[in-house]
C-alpha cells in the first residue's frame, strides 16, 4: 500500500513538471491579435447652422485565437498528429517519474549506507548487526545473503565449491541485484533521449505533407499561406526536443550517482566478504586445537 502510495505521488510529482516543461512551449507560439479601435468620422458643417455630433464609442478589441499554436495543432490535427503528440507526452511523464523516483531511490540508499557505516560495525555479531538495519536496507539484504551464504555451504555438490569461493559469489548475486534495482528505468531515458527527436521530426514532417497539400488545392503558394502551417509543423520538433533533452541530463547524472552509491556498496560487500572469512577461519583454528 505504502509503496503504490509513493508511486501515485512520483506520478503525479513528473506529470505536473512534464506539464511545466511543456508549457513555455504554448506560450512562446500563442499570440494574439486584437483589432484596431474603431475610428469615428466627425463630419463637418456644410452649412451655417451646426449639427450636434454623437458622442464617440469607447474602442473595442476582440481577441482572436491563435491560428499556428498548440491548441490550434491539437483541434486541427488528425489522428497521426495527435497520437504523435500524445507519445512525446507520455514519453515526457515517463522522463520525469523516472528522474524523481531515481532520485530519491538513490537518496535512500545513500542514507543506509551511513546507517550501515555507523552501527553495522559496532554489533557484537553479523546476526544482530543486520537485524539493526531497517528491513528495506540494500545492505541488510546483501548482509544477510552472506550470511546465509555460510550457513547453506553444505551437501554433496556444495562443498565441491570452495567456501571463499562460495560466498563470494553470493555477496556479489546480492550486490549485482542492487545494482539492477537502482539501474531500472535508466533503459527508458536513454530510449527517450534518443526517439524523441525523431518522432517530433516524423510529426513535422507529416504536418507539412498536409499543410503543402492543402496550400497546392487552394493554389496560393503566397509567404503566409505557407509560413503558417510549416511553423505549426515545426512545434512537433520543438516538442521532441523538449522531451529528449531532459532525458539524455538526467540519463547521465542518474548513471553518475549510480556509479557513487555502487561504489559504497561494493565496499561494504568486501568488507562482510573479509568478516565472513575470518569467521571460518578461528572457527575452523577452535576445532583443530579442539582435536589437538
Known sequence: ??????SLVHFASASLIAACSLLPLSSVFAEETSNAPVATA???AT?????????PKPATSETVKNPYGLEALWREGDLV???????????????WYIIISKLLQQGKV???????EKHFWEATSLDNAAEGLE???AYRFIAEKGINSTKSHGGSLLERIDFNTWVSISIQRAIEKVQNHLGGGLAFLATVGSTAPFVGLFGTVWGIYHALTAIGISGQASIDKVAGPVGEALIMTAIGLAVAVPAVLGYNWLTRRNKAVMENVRSFGSDLHAVLLSGEINTNNSINRSIK
Not at 81 to 95: D, E, N, P, Q
Not at 110 to 116: D, F, S
Request: net charge positive; proline share 7%.
Open 1 to 6: 500500500m505504502k509503496k503504490s502510495t509513493q
Open 42 to 44: 466627425t463630419t463637418e
Open 47 to 55: 452649412s451655417n447652422t451646426t449639427t450636434p455630433t454623437p458622442p
Open 81 to 95: 498528429a495527435k497520437s504523435t503528440l500524445f507519445i512525446l507526452v507520455l514519453m515526457s511523464i515517463g522522463t
Open 110 to 116: 545513500k542514507r543506509q549506507g551511513k546507517e550501515a
Open 135 to 137: 528491513q528495506s536496507s
